[in-house]
């Protein structure tokens, strides 16, 4: 079993639509969180970074953490053709700073 | 799924000295591969593009001759940082493209903390 699990998709979903992309990880010594955003052929751009559980709102981004459920969402509001792209979740423990990546859901916003 | 892992993890070097960085595909053969290097909470910034065989090629404001890449095989990439300082201390991380179905997909390795004494 993979230390996090992401479904790549594709998730395809209409301009406007909330966007709900989500992972879900085995190792209960993970504890900071993040959301990449990557591009065709660009490197990830760090989206949301969040430690604890909770939500965390940023503009039309919400990251949530369930800890005690192992899963961790993003939430997209408003979804807009510019969102498609490929969206990574990675994750650190804190004895170490290697990051474990989920395989990223590749997201289509259809005009 | 795709595996990519990275060796050393963590190193710890003196100034001057070069540090090298494996990049391996486990279980599929990548013929690109790309190094990135990340600052602490920010975006992963691309620092050069590995093909298999062929020369690196690197973003503009990357020095070729301080950051050695080498792409020997599909499953091996190294990073070489030659003569490092301080300001080279950073998060080395390195992702493999393989082919999976209709799409290229890039897979991550868990990084390289360098600590540049």
């Known amino acids: 079993q993979k230390e996090v699990e992401q479904d790549p998709g594709p998730l395809s979903v209409p301009e406007g639509a909330i966007v709900s992309l989500n992972c879900t990880y085995s190792?209960?010594?993970?504890?900071?969180f993040m959301w990449y955003r990557q591009y065709s052929r660009k490197g990830p751009e760090l989206l949301m970074y969040?430690?604890s559980s909770g939500n965390k709102e940023d503009g039309r981004f919400t990251a949530q953490v369930d800890k005690s459920s192992k899963y961790i969402s993003l939430f997209i509001r408003d979804s807009q053709p510019s969102d498609s792209a490929t969206y990574l979740c990675?994750?650190?423990?804190?004895?170490?700073?290697?990051?474990?990546w989920g395989a990223g859901t590749k997201l289509i916003i259809k005009p | 799924g795709a595996v990519v892992s990275q060796h050393p993890s963590w190193v710890i070097c003196k100034s001057g000295t070069s540090v090298k960085i494996e990049c391996r595909s486990l279980?599929?053969?990548?013929?690109?591969m790309f190094w990135y290097r990340q600052f602490p909470k920010q975006s992963l910034m691309l620092m050069a593009t590995?093909?298999?065989?062929?020369?690196?090629?690197?973003e503009q404001g990357v020095e070729k001759d301080k950051f050695l890449i080498n792409h020997a095989s599909l499953t091996l990439s190294t990073l070489t940082v030659t003569s490092a300082h301080p300001e080279d201390s950073s998060f080395y991380i390195c992702?493999?493209?393989?082919?999976?179905?209709?799409?290229?997909?890039?897979?991550f390795g868990p990084g390289t903390r360098l600590t540049v004494l």
């Open positions: 992702s493999a493209e393989g082919t999976s179905g209709l799409h290229n997909e890039q897979f």
């Open positions: 279980d599929f053969q990548a013929t690109t």
């Open positions: 590995s093909n298999e065989g062929s020369k690196a090629t690197y």
């Open positions: 190792n209960s010594a993970f504890q900071y």
């Open positions: 969040t430690y």
């Open positions: 990675a994750m650190v423990g804190n004895s170490n700073y290697q990051l474990i």
